[in-house]
């Protein structure tokens, strides 16, 4: 007579289908993207000769567009290259067994088809273009306005904060940063002397940046057209075909008080009293529930620690059919975070923030952020 599996054991099924479909996205980025410039050569030539002819130089640009995609998909399948074994102890190879933690340091020790998979791979293949859209933004000079806006009000809160004149080691300043990303902000504060920590739990992110932040020694060595995918509302062609190079700074660990950690931050973050500093970016209303992360942001605080946040509140669980969401506005929001027990001592909206945004496109997508600063009081 069969038993049936423990859940530890679904739940590593699940947790390598995922990883393994993860891949399988980057692999099929290229087939995907080639599918839809082939698209627009069909449509092309199915259209009378005169509009063909009056087409010819954006005929030029499509065959252009498929070399920018051989260089992507260059890029893309170096971040895949060693994924396999990038967590400590777990191997996600076919054969592989997974013994071992998924939380990792600086060199990640211590993460035919049917048309209902077609459809999953076609979004799947959307996320790595949204990650190579994520290392312009966090890793090329194309993306310094965006780092300027996002992340240096919370630098300089850090700065104020912890000021160098008067420590002259901020090595024991511990400094958290949830939804990490492609890790820059995270790096940006453990090049300023602190101890930090990233915290990410999407593989499509923890994929890229563990290529960035541990192969990518040499500054400006690759090169990425992030805008590739999109058609519509360019000035020029030339627009979709813009490259940019990174990383802008060689960022292979040289920080020793840097490191990723993969993993819901719900789950892989419960001590308490544990952290000086919570900074979070365009990180809380990733949460089905928010309120549970502001609870957890404060457990996880020591006495007298502060949360830096700056974001806007998308919510992005809000529309998704069979999910959980809750989207208290901004006024509410505050409420709970004092409700919680937090002082807020700073606090700043319509903060001017972009996302990835494609610089020249006719179309400009801005939010009207917050920015608030929060104390966990003494005991």
Same mark, same amino acid.
């Given at each position: 007579?069969?038993s ?5 054991e ?6 390598r289908?995922? #990883?393994?479909?993860v891949v399988?996205?980057?692999k099929?980025? $290229?087939?995907c993207?080639?599918?839809?410039i082939?698209?627009s050569e ?6 009378p ?10 005929k030029?640009y499509l065959t252009? +567009? $498929?070399? !920018?995609l051989?260089?992507n998909?260059?890029?893309v399948?170096?971040?895949?290259k060693?994924?396999d074994?990038m ?30 998979k077609?459809?999953k ?8 273009q ?5 290392? @312009? ?6 993306g310094?306005?965006?780092r300027e806006?996002c992340?240096?009000p919370?630098?300089?809160?850090l700065?104020a904060?912890f000021?160098?004149?008067t ?6 300043i511990k ?9 820059r902000?995270a =790096? ?5 002397g602190?101890? !930090?920590?990233?915290?990410?739990f999407s593989?499509?992110?923890? +994929?890229?940046s563990? #290529? ?7 500054a400006? $060595?690759?090169? @990425?057209?992030? =805008?590739?995918h999109?058609?519509?509302?360019h000035?020029?062609?030339e627009?979709?075909?813009t490259?940019?190079t +990174?990383?802008?700074v060689?960022?292979a !660990?040289h920080?020793?008080h840097?490191?990723?950690?993969a993993?819901?931050f719900?789950? @892989?973050?419960?001590e308490?009293d544990?952290?000086?500093c919570?900074a979070?970016c +365009?990180?809380?209303d !990733?949460a089905?529930n928010v309120?549970?992360?502001?609870e957890?942001?404060?457990?996880i605080l020591?006495p ?5 946040n700056?974001?806007?509140?998308l ?8 999910e959980?969401?809750i989207?208290?506005p901004?006024?509410?929001?505050v409420?709970?975070?004092k409700?919680v027990g #937090?002082d807020?001592v700073?606090?700043?909206?319509? @903060? $001017? ?11 400009q997508?801005?939010?009207n952020s917050?920015?608030?600063v ?6």
């Open positions: 007579m069969s049936l599996p423990a859940a530890d679904i739940d590593e099924a699940k947790e289908a995922h #990883f393994q479909a399988n996205a980057f099929y980025y $290229k087939l993207c080639l599918d839809r082939h698209k069909k449509i092309i030539s199915m259209l000769k005169t509009h063909q002819h009056r087409l010819e130089k954006y030029a252009k +567009f $498929k070399n !920018c051989d260089v998909n260059n890029v399948h170096m971040i895949i060693h994924v074994t967590f400590e102890n777990v191997d996600h190879s076919q054969d592989g067994e997974t013994n071992g933690t998924e939380s990792f340091g600086c060199n990640y020790n211590n993460c035919e088809i049917s048309s209902q077609q459809h791979m076609q979004h799947d293949v959307e996320k790595v949204s990650v190579i859209k994520n290392i @312009v933004r966090d890793w090329s000079s194309a310094a306005v965006e806006q992340y240096k919370i630098l300089d809160e700065e904060r000021p160098v004149d420590l002259n080691d901020r090595s024991h400094v958290l940063v949830p939804g990490a990303g492609l890790g902000l =790096w940006e504060i453990a090049a300023r602190f101890t !930090c920590q990233g915290n990410e593989l499509f992110m923890l +994929f890229a563990n #290529f960035i932040l541990n192969k990518c020694p040499e400006n $060595k690759h090169t @990425v057209y992030p =805008w590739l999109q058609y519509v509302n000035m020029t062609s627009h979709q075909a490259a940019a +990174f990383p802008d060689p960022p !660990c920080h020793s840097f490191s990723i950690a993993g819901d719900l789950k @892989v973050y419960t308490t544990e952290w000086d919570v979070t +365009f990180f809380i !990733c089905p309120i549970e992360f502001i957890r942001i404060y457990a020591q007298g620690g502060i949360w830096i700056l974001g806007p509140l919510y992005h669980y809000s529309d998704m059919p069979n959980i969401s989207e208290p901004y006024d509410i929001l409420d709970i975070i409700d #937090f807020i700073k606090e700043r909206t319509g @903060v $001017k923030t972009k996302y990835a945004q494609n610089p020249n496109s006719m179309l997508h801005e939010y917050v920015f608030f929060c104390r966990k009081p003494n005991l």
